[in-house]
C-alpha cells in the first residue's frame, strides 16, 4: 500500500480567502495602504494504490482554466499560475507511469473547479467517478453555468457514483463527510502500515492556520456552523488515531512533504 502526493502547483489569491482573521482583514488607518497579501493557494492530488484497486484523490485545475474559469470571473482571483509543465495532473501522473486505465477510482472530495478540474480525463475510462451524494446534488440541482466555485463545464454529463456519510471505498481507505466548505465536501483518511494514518483533508480545513485550535473560517463556506462541526469532528479522528493531517491548499505543509515521483508514504 503506498501514498503518492502529487504536487500541482500554485494559484495565487488573496490570502483573505483562505484565512478570516481579523488582523489581516480589519486595519487601522495607518495601514490603509498596505499591499494585499497574496499567497501561494497550493493545490495536490493523492494517488493511493492498493492490493485491491488504485485510487486518485481529486484531479486539481485544468490547462485551460484561464478560458474555462471565464464565465465565473473568478479567474482573476486565483489564477492558475505557479505551475510547472511537470506539474500539471497529467505529466505527474505520467511521472509515474500511470494512466486513466490503471485506476479504479476517481474519487473528488467536492466539485469546485480547482479540485474537478480534470476529471472529464477519467470519463470512459473504467474508473468510477465517486463524489459525496449531498454534493452532487447540489452541483447538479443549481440553474445556471456555475455558482461560486462550482462550474457544470467542469463535470455535467459525467456519470458519478454516490457515498453517503464515512465510507470505507478501499480496505484501509475511509471518504469521511466533512461538509459546511460545500454541501458535500469529504475529507480521505488512510491507514498505512508504516506510516499510521493520514487524513487529507481538501478544503473542510484549508491549511494549518485553518485548524487552529481555534478553528478560522474562510471566506469560501456554504454553511460556517457545518463547517466548523467538520474541523472537530477531523480532529476528533486525527487525534483518536494519531494521524498526519495534510491540508488543502497549505504551500509551506505540502512543501516539507515527500511528493511524486521520488516521495511516498507506505
Given at each position: 500500500m503506498k501514498v503518492h502526493v502529487l504536487d500541482?502547483?500554485?494559484?495565487?489569491?488573496?490570502?483573505?480567502?483562505?484565512?478570516?482573521?481579523?488582523?489581516?482583514?480589519?486595519?487601522?488607518?495607518?495601514?490603509?495602504?498596505?499591499?494585499?497579501?497574496?499567497?501561494?493557494?497550493?493545490?495536490?492530488?493523492?494517488?493511493v494504490e492498493t492490493d485491491e484497486g488504485n485510487l486518485l484523490w481529486d484531479t486539481s485545475c485544468p490547462r485551460d482554466w484561464e478560458t474555462r474559469w471565464e464565465p465565473t470571473g473568478l479567474q482573476e482571483f486565483f489564477p492558475y499560475d505557479q505551475v510547472s509543465e511537470e506539474q500539471y495532473l497529467d505529466a505527474q501522473l505520467g511521472r509515474l507511469g500511470v494512466g486513466p486505465e490503471n485506476l479504479d477510482y476517481v474519487v473528488l472530495s467536492h466539485l469546485h473547479f480547482d479540485h474537478a478540474g480534470n476529471v472529464r480525463a477519467f470519463a470512459g475510462t473504467g474508473a468510477k467517478l465517486v463524489c459525496n451524494d449531498k454534493e452532487k446534488e447540489f452541483a447538479f440541482g443549481f440553474e445556471g453555468l456555475f455558482t461560486g466555485a462550482h462550474l457544470k463545464t467542469d463535470y455535467e454529463g459525467l456519470d458519478f457514483e454516490t457515498v453517503s456519510g464515512d465510507t470505507e471505498i478501499l480496505p484501509g481507505v475511509t471518504l469521511i463527510e466533512a461538509p459546511g466548505h460545500t454541501p458535500g465536501t469529504m475529507a480521505m483518511r488512510v491507514d498505512l502500515p508504516e506510516t499510521g494514518t493520514m487524513i487529507f483533508t481538501s478544503d473542510a480545513i484549508y491549511m494549518g492556520d485553518s485548524y487552529g485550535p481555534p478553528a478560522t473560517p474562510a471566506a469560501?463556506?456554504?454553511?460556517?456552523?457545518?463547517?466548523?462541526?467538520?474541523?472537530?469532528?477531523?480532529?476528533?479522528?486525527?487525534?483518536?488515531?494519531?494521524?498526519?493531517?495534510?491540508?488543502?491548499?497549505d504551500a509551506e505543509q505540502l512543501r516539507s512533504m515527500r511528493t511524486a515521483p521520488t516521495g511516498y508514504y507506505q
Open positions: 500541482c502547483g500554485a494559484m495565487s489569491c488573496d490570502l483573505t480567502w483562505l484565512l478570516l482573521k481579523p488582523g489581516r482583514t480589519i486595519r487601522p488607518r495607518a495601514e490603509r495602504d498596505k499591499p494585499v497579501e497574496w499567497y501561494p493557494c497550493t493545490t495536490h492530488a493523492v494517488l469560501i463556506v456554504n454553511d460556517l456552523s457545518a463547517w466548523y462541526a467538520s474541523v472537530e469532528k477531523i480532529r476528533s479522528i486525527a487525534e483518536r488515531s494519531s494521524a498526519t493531517v495534510v491540508f488543502g491548499h
